[in-house]
Protein backbone atom coordinates (compact mmCIF):
# COMPACT_ATOMS: atom_id res chain seq x y z
CA UNK A 1 0.00 0.00 0.00
CA UNK A 2 1.32 3.33 -1.08
CA UNK A 3 2.21 5.50 1.99
CA UNK A 4 -0.48 8.41 1.23
CA UNK A 5 -3.10 5.58 0.47
CA UNK A 6 -2.45 4.27 4.32
CA UNK A 7 -2.13 8.15 5.86
CA UNK A 8 -5.35 8.62 4.18
CA UNK A 9 -6.81 5.76 5.17
CA UNK A 10 -5.64 6.00 9.06
CA UNK A 11 -7.37 9.65 9.01
CA UNK A 12 -10.40 8.52 7.68
CA UNK A 13 -10.82 5.89 10.33
CA UNK A 14 -10.27 8.49 13.30
CA UNK A 15 -12.84 10.35 11.78
CA UNK A 16 -15.36 7.05 12.27
CA UNK A 17 -13.82 5.78 16.30
CA UNK A 18 -15.42 5.59 19.02
CA UNK A 19 -12.54 5.89 21.50
CA UNK A 20 -13.66 3.72 24.17
CA UNK A 21 -12.72 3.72 27.76
CA UNK A 22 -15.12 1.20 29.20
CA UNK A 23 -12.77 0.02 32.24
CA UNK A 24 -13.99 -0.98 35.37
CA UNK A 25 -12.22 1.30 36.95
CA UNK A 26 -12.60 4.43 34.68
CA UNK A 27 -12.89 8.22 36.71
CA UNK A 28 -13.73 11.51 36.01
CA UNK A 29 -9.93 12.57 35.71
CA UNK A 30 -9.46 9.17 32.93
CA UNK A 31 -12.97 10.24 30.91
CA UNK A 32 -11.17 14.11 30.80
CA UNK A 33 -8.28 12.32 29.51
CA UNK A 34 -10.28 10.88 27.16
CA UNK A 35 -11.82 13.68 25.88
CA UNK A 36 -8.90 15.83 25.45
CA UNK A 37 -7.69 12.85 23.17
CA UNK A 38 -10.74 12.76 21.17
CA UNK A 39 -9.38 16.01 19.51
CA UNK A 40 -6.95 14.71 17.52
CA UNK A 41 -3.87 16.20 15.35
CA UNK A 42 -5.68 14.18 13.15
CA UNK A 43 -9.19 15.78 13.39
CA UNK A 44 -11.91 14.77 15.86
CA UNK A 45 -12.81 10.89 16.53
CA UNK A 46 -17.00 10.08 15.75
CA UNK A 47 -17.47 10.12 19.87
CA UNK A 48 -16.23 8.96 22.43
CA UNK A 49 -17.76 5.81 24.50
CA UNK A 50 -18.09 5.52 28.34
CA UNK A 51 -20.11 4.22 31.24
CA UNK A 52 -23.34 6.19 31.40
CA UNK A 53 -22.15 7.97 34.97
CA UNK A 54 -19.96 9.95 33.01
CA UNK A 55 -22.49 11.44 30.01
CA UNK A 56 -23.07 14.73 31.62
CA UNK A 57 -19.69 15.26 32.27
CA UNK A 58 -18.42 14.59 28.97
CA UNK A 59 -21.11 16.51 27.48
CA UNK A 60 -19.59 19.48 29.12
CA UNK A 61 -15.94 18.89 28.69
CA UNK A 62 -16.29 17.62 24.74
CA UNK A 63 -17.03 20.15 21.54
CA UNK A 64 -20.16 19.38 19.88
CA UNK A 65 -18.81 17.86 17.27
CA UNK A 66 -17.74 14.96 18.77
CA UNK A 67 -20.50 12.56 19.83
CA UNK A 68 -21.00 11.06 23.33
CA UNK A 69 -21.72 7.59 23.16
CA UNK A 70 -23.03 5.35 26.27
CA UNK A 71 -23.70 1.67 27.16
CA UNK A 72 -27.40 0.50 28.28
CA UNK A 73 -27.71 -3.47 29.44
CA UNK A 74 -23.79 -3.66 29.14
CA UNK A 75 -22.29 -5.96 29.55
CA UNK A 76 -24.49 -8.36 30.03
CA UNK A 77 -27.20 -7.66 28.40
CA UNK A 78 -29.23 -9.47 31.14
CA UNK A 79 -31.15 -6.48 32.46
CA UNK A 80 -34.94 -6.41 32.32
CA UNK A 81 -36.51 -3.96 29.88
CA UNK A 82 -37.85 -1.38 32.57
CA UNK A 83 -34.40 -1.22 33.94
CA UNK A 84 -32.76 -0.78 30.49
CA UNK A 85 -34.87 1.97 29.75
CA UNK A 86 -34.17 3.52 32.67
CA UNK A 87 -30.78 3.66 31.93
CA UNK A 88 -31.65 4.80 28.59
CA UNK A 89 -34.29 7.92 29.15
CA UNK A 90 -31.29 8.96 31.98
CA UNK A 91 -28.34 8.71 29.33
CA UNK A 92 -30.27 10.68 26.97
CA UNK A 93 -31.09 13.49 29.57
CA UNK A 94 -27.71 13.84 29.98
CA UNK A 95 -26.77 14.57 26.61
CA UNK A 96 -25.79 11.21 25.52
CA UNK A 97 -26.16 11.55 21.49
CA UNK A 98 -25.61 7.47 20.83
CA UNK A 99 -27.13 4.61 22.67
CA UNK A 100 -24.95 1.61 22.53
CA UNK A 101 -27.38 -1.38 23.93
CA UNK A 102 -26.37 -4.74 24.47
CA UNK A 103 -29.45 -7.11 23.12
CA UNK A 104 -31.07 -10.22 25.36
CA UNK A 105 -28.30 -12.01 23.54
CA UNK A 106 -28.88 -15.23 25.31
CA UNK A 107 -32.26 -14.88 23.96
CA UNK A 108 -31.79 -14.98 20.07
CA UNK A 109 -32.11 -18.34 19.61
CA UNK A 110 -34.92 -19.24 21.74
CA UNK A 111 -37.16 -16.29 21.02
CA UNK A 112 -35.87 -14.02 18.65
CA UNK A 113 -39.37 -11.94 19.04
CA UNK A 114 -38.50 -10.85 22.50
CA UNK A 115 -34.80 -9.35 20.86
CA UNK A 116 -36.92 -7.51 18.76
CA UNK A 117 -39.46 -6.10 21.36
CA UNK A 118 -36.83 -4.95 23.42
CA UNK A 119 -34.68 -2.89 20.75
CA UNK A 120 -37.92 -1.19 19.51
CA UNK A 121 -38.95 -0.23 23.29
CA UNK A 122 -35.45 1.46 23.60
CA UNK A 123 -35.39 2.74 20.26
CA UNK A 124 -38.64 4.57 20.67
CA UNK A 125 -37.03 6.28 23.94
CA UNK A 126 -33.95 7.62 22.41
CA UNK A 127 -35.68 10.76 21.25
CA UNK A 128 -32.73 12.29 19.19
CA UNK A 129 -29.90 9.93 20.22
CA UNK A 130 -29.40 6.57 18.06
CA UNK A 131 -29.27 3.45 18.67
CA UNK A 132 -26.49 0.84 18.68
CA UNK A 133 -27.28 -2.76 19.28
CA UNK A 134 -24.77 -4.79 20.47
CA UNK A 135 -25.10 -8.49 19.26
CA UNK A 136 -21.83 -10.19 21.25
CA UNK A 137 -21.57 -12.13 18.37
CA UNK A 138 -18.79 -14.35 20.41
CA UNK A 139 -21.31 -15.51 22.24
CA UNK A 140 -24.17 -16.36 19.74
CA UNK A 141 -24.01 -20.19 18.83
CA UNK A 142 -23.36 -20.00 14.89
CA UNK A 143 -23.64 -17.84 12.02
CA UNK A 144 -27.45 -18.92 11.93
CA UNK A 145 -28.13 -17.34 15.30
CA UNK A 146 -26.25 -14.40 14.04
CA UNK A 147 -27.93 -13.48 11.33
CA UNK A 148 -30.98 -13.74 13.22
CA UNK A 149 -29.73 -11.23 15.94
CA UNK A 150 -29.27 -8.55 12.88
CA UNK A 151 -32.76 -9.49 11.69
CA UNK A 152 -34.06 -8.87 14.81
CA UNK A 153 -32.47 -5.61 15.72
CA UNK A 154 -32.89 -4.65 12.23
CA UNK A 155 -36.79 -4.89 12.60
CA UNK A 156 -36.82 -3.23 15.95
CA UNK A 157 -35.64 -0.15 14.65
CA UNK A 158 -31.81 -0.43 15.39
CA UNK A 159 -29.73 2.94 13.75
CA UNK A 160 -26.37 -0.10 14.24
CA UNK A 161 -25.47 -2.85 14.50
CA UNK A 162 -22.32 -3.70 16.77
CA UNK A 163 -20.70 -6.75 17.10
CA UNK A 164 -18.94 -6.89 20.72
CA UNK A 165 -18.84 -5.39 24.04
CA UNK A 166 -15.14 -6.15 24.14
CA UNK A 167 -16.18 -7.78 27.51
CA UNK A 168 -16.20 -11.47 26.20
CA UNK A 169 -13.54 -13.97 24.87
CA UNK A 170 -14.21 -13.67 21.38
CA UNK A 171 -14.77 -9.45 20.06
CA UNK A 172 -15.42 -8.68 16.57
CA UNK A 173 -14.11 -11.01 14.22
CA UNK A 174 -14.09 -10.40 9.88
CA UNK A 175 -16.01 -13.36 9.79
CA UNK A 176 -18.82 -11.60 11.86
CA UNK A 177 -18.40 -8.38 10.52
CA UNK A 178 -19.20 -9.68 7.32
CA UNK A 179 -22.34 -11.31 8.52
CA UNK A 180 -23.63 -7.82 10.04
CA UNK A 181 -22.79 -6.32 6.74
CA UNK A 182 -24.76 -8.55 4.08
CA UNK A 183 -27.57 -8.22 6.53
CA UNK A 184 -27.39 -4.21 6.86
CA UNK A 185 -26.66 -4.86 2.68
CA UNK A 186 -29.93 -6.88 2.16
CA UNK A 187 -31.55 -4.41 4.40
CA UNK A 188 -30.89 -1.77 2.15
CA UNK A 189 -27.87 -0.79 3.47
CA UNK A 190 -28.93 2.12 5.58
CA UNK A 191 -28.62 0.79 8.84
CA UNK A 192 -24.41 1.06 10.17
CA UNK A 193 -22.08 -1.20 11.52
CA UNK A 194 -19.68 -0.78 14.15
CA UNK A 195 -17.21 -4.21 14.69
CA UNK A 196 -15.61 -3.58 18.01
CA UNK A 197 -13.66 -5.19 20.71
CA UNK A 198 -9.85 -5.81 20.52
CA UNK A 199 -9.26 -3.84 17.43
CA UNK A 200 -5.66 -2.91 17.89
CA UNK A 201 -3.77 -2.15 14.82
CA UNK A 202 -4.62 0.19 11.76
CA UNK A 203 -4.40 -3.20 9.36
CA UNK A 204 -7.34 -4.37 11.98
CA UNK A 205 -9.14 -0.93 11.47
CA UNK A 206 -8.84 -0.82 7.76
CA UNK A 207 -9.99 -4.61 7.05
CA UNK A 208 -13.20 -3.62 8.34
CA UNK A 209 -13.56 -0.59 6.26
CA UNK A 210 -12.38 -2.37 3.21
CA UNK A 211 -15.32 -5.18 4.09
CA UNK A 212 -17.92 -2.31 4.27
CA UNK A 213 -16.67 -1.08 0.94
CA UNK A 214 -16.74 -4.42 -0.32
CA UNK A 215 -20.47 -5.74 0.72
CA UNK A 216 -22.23 -2.32 1.38
CA UNK A 217 -20.62 -0.27 -1.18
CA UNK A 218 -17.76 2.13 -1.51
CA UNK A 219 -19.88 5.13 -0.38
CA UNK A 220 -21.47 2.96 2.69
CA UNK A 221 -18.71 4.00 5.26
CA UNK A 222 -19.23 7.58 6.07
CA UNK A 223 -19.15 8.49 9.91
CA UNK A 224 -22.54 8.44 10.36
CA UNK A 225 -22.91 4.92 9.34
CA UNK A 226 -19.94 3.00 9.95
CA UNK A 227 -17.87 2.95 13.26
CA UNK A 228 -15.11 1.00 15.26
CA UNK A 229 -15.61 0.62 18.75
CA UNK A 230 -12.10 0.58 19.95
CA UNK A 231 -9.60 1.19 23.32
CA UNK A 232 -6.76 0.71 21.93
CA UNK A 233 -6.15 2.04 18.16
CA UNK A 234 -5.91 5.20 18.08
CA UNK A 235 -1.91 5.38 18.57
CA UNK A 236 -2.07 3.29 15.56
CA UNK A 237 -3.94 5.18 13.78
CA UNK A 238 -2.24 8.54 14.82
CA UNK A 239 0.77 7.22 13.73
CA UNK A 240 0.03 5.77 10.10
CA UNK A 241 -1.60 9.15 9.48
CA UNK A 242 1.59 11.44 10.66
CA UNK A 243 4.50 8.77 8.93
CA UNK A 244 5.98 8.21 12.56
CA UNK A 245 6.86 5.20 13.89
CA UNK A 246 4.54 3.01 15.37
CA UNK A 247 3.72 1.63 18.69
CA UNK A 248 5.10 -1.61 19.32
CA UNK A 249 7.87 -0.63 17.06
CA UNK A 250 6.47 -1.70 13.81
CA UNK A 251 7.72 -0.20 10.94
CA UNK A 252 6.33 3.27 9.54
CA UNK A 253 4.14 3.10 6.19
O1 LIG B 1 -17.29 -0.85 22.46
C1 LIG B 1 -16.10 -0.99 22.38
C2 LIG B 1 -15.35 -1.99 23.10
O2 LIG B 1 -15.74 -2.07 24.43
C3 LIG B 1 -13.89 -1.72 23.03
O3 LIG B 1 -13.19 -2.89 23.23
P1 LIG B 1 -11.60 -2.87 23.31
O4 LIG B 1 -11.27 -2.35 24.70
O5 LIG B 1 -11.16 -4.30 23.13
O6 LIG B 1 -11.06 -1.96 22.27
Known amino acids: MAGG ?33 AETPAGPVAAICIWPEFVAFARRELSARIKVATVVNFPMGGADVDATLAETRQAVADGADEIDLVVAYDRVESDPG ?43 GADFLKTSTGKVEVNATPASARMLLEEIAKAGGTVGCKPAGGIRTFEDADGYMRLAETICGSDYPSPDRFRLGASGVLADLLAVAAGTERPGGKAGY
Not at 7 to 28: F, G, H, V, W
Not at 124 to 130: E, M, N, P, Q, S
Not at 139 to 145: Q, S, Y
Request: glycine share 4%; charged share 30%.
Open 114 to 156: FVEAQVRTIKAHCGHAKLKTILETGRLFDEAAIRTACHAAIAG
Open 5 to 37: TAARRAKALIARLDLTNLAEDCSEADVAALCDR
